[in-house]
């Protein structure tokens, strides 16, 4: 057995050294799990979680197509999406996280919805886009921007609270992008806890992120993640229409130098730039 990983762990290591000496991986480092949704890492409706044991499973038909790295899955904005359970109970445990994917959005009328969480009394954790809403004016040009809409819950005084952060960026375009939204709790000066979230877009800090001025706590979340819809209790809704690629989610805040190196990446083109990773995981269970 030694030996047949002996020659395992050497032909990986020329087949990755061979791809014009591309050797780097992306950050793992917190990483709780990791979708390729490359063809290889799908199964029937199985959508193989290649870092944790959280694997996904397909509702509706999402297709398997050419992606930002090598495949990833087109979803039609009408029934598609994959059920990620609540990844181990992240959910009830998250203090602070980041989720990260590269998608290709197509035009749809209202909502699409990335992921988003609504528990029973509030809504959880969430990203989505809508195109409906009137143009707005910046210094007297009116901008056609699409909006991006953040959501967390918080607990205060046994209670909860939603909140919601909009911002504005051009992303349905038809064209990738990089999306990075990460939530991390910390105590100001006064000692209050707060909370900021953060969204980074194709490595790019976005200023609709920062504080958020409220003394609460994370409140966790039971309902499973729908990627690709909103799971409204239990109901998906508000589905996403496009291309979704390379998920994953982290149980920390990524810095600015991670997040770029995770977007530079995906920006490679070489047919094996997933192999640095594959290579640390097989390193891990060898």
């Given at each position: 057995?030694?030996?047949?990983?002996?020659?395992l762990i050497?032909?990986?290591?020329?087949i990755?050294?061979?791809?014009?000496?591309?050797?780097?991986?992306?950050v793992?480092?917190?990483?709780v799990?990791?979708?390729?949704?490359?063809?290889q890492?799908i199964a029937?409706n199985t959508?193989?979680?290649?870092?944790?044991?959280n694997d996904?499973?397909?509702?509706g038909d999402p297709k398997v197509?050419?992606?930002?790295?090598?495949d990833a899955l087109e979803f039609?904005?009408?029934?598609?999406?994959?059920?990620?359970t609540n990844?181990?109970?992240?959910?009830n445990?998250?203090?602070s996280a980041?989720f990260e994917?590269?998608?290709?959005?197509s035009?749809?009328k209202?909502?699409?919805?990335?992921f988003?969480v609504?528990?029973v009394?509030?809504?959880?954790?969430?990203?989505?886009?809508?195109?409906t809403?009137?143009p707005?004016t910046?210094?007297d040009?009116?901008?056609i921007?699409?909006r991006?809409?953040s959501?967390?819950q918080?607990?205060?005084?046994?209670?909860c609270i939603?909140?919601?952060?909009?911002?504005?960026?051009?992303?349905?375009?038809?064209k990738?992008?990089h999306?990075?939204?990460?939530?991390?709790?910390?105590?100001d000066a006064?000692g209050?806890?707060?909370s900021r979230?953060?969204?980074?877009?194709?490595?790019r800090?976005?200023p609709f992120?920062?504080p958020?001025?409220?003394?609460?706590?994370?409140?966790?979340?039971l309902e499973?993640i729908?990627?690709?819809a909103e799971?409204?209790?239990g109901?998906?809704?508000n589905f996403?229409h496009g291309l979704?690629d390379?998920?994953?989610i982290?149980?920390?805040p990524?810095?600015?130098d991670?997040v770029l190196?995770n977007f530079?990446?995906?920006?490679?083109v070489?047919p094996a730039?997933?192999l640095?990773?594959v290579?640390?995981?097989l390193?891990m269970r060898?």
């Amino acid at each position: 057995m030694k030996k047949m990983n002996s020659v395992l762990i050497s032909v990986l290591t020329i087949i990755i050294f061979s791809y014009n000496g591309y050797a780097e991986s992306v950050v793992t480092e917190g990483l709780v799990s990791y979708w390729t949704f490359d063809r290889q890492d799908i199964a029937d409706n199985t959508v193989k979680d290649v870092w944790g044991k959280n694997d996904g499973t397909i509702v509706g038909d999402p297709k398997v197509v050419a992606g930002a790295v090598n495949d990833a899955l087109e979803f039609d904005g009408l029934d598609d999406y994959v059920n990620l359970t609540n990844l181990g109970d992240f959910g009830n445990q998250m203090g602070s996280a980041t989720f990260e994917v590269w998608i290709k959005p197509s035009f749809k009328k209202g909502d699409l919805t990335l992921f988003k969480v609504v528990d029973v009394d509030c809504m959880g954790w969430g990203l989505q886009f809508n195109v409906t809403l009137e143009p707005i004016t910046i210094l007297d040009n009116v901008v056609i921007a699409d909006r991006i809409f953040s959501y967390l819950q918080y607990e205060i005084a046994k209670g909860c609270i939603s909140t919601i952060s909009v911002g504005s960026a051009r992303i349905l375009d038809g064209k990738w992008h990089h999306i990075v939204y990460a939530h991390e709790p910390y105590v100001d000066a006064a000692g209050r806890e707060r909370s900021r979230k953060m969204i980074h877009i194709d490595g790019r800090r976005s200023p609709f992120g920062g504080p958020i001025v409220s003394e609460a706590v994370f409140l966790p979340f039971l309902e499973p993640i729908y990627l690709g819809a909103e799971n409204n209790r239990g109901s998906a809704e508000n589905f996403f229409h496009g291309l979704i690629d390379e998920v994953r989610i982290y149980n920390r805040p990524l810095t600015i130098d991670e997040v770029l190196q995770n977007f530079e990446i995906g920006l490679a083109v070489e047919p094996a730039q997933k192999l640095p990773t594959v290579w640390g995981a097989l390193k891990m269970r060898l």
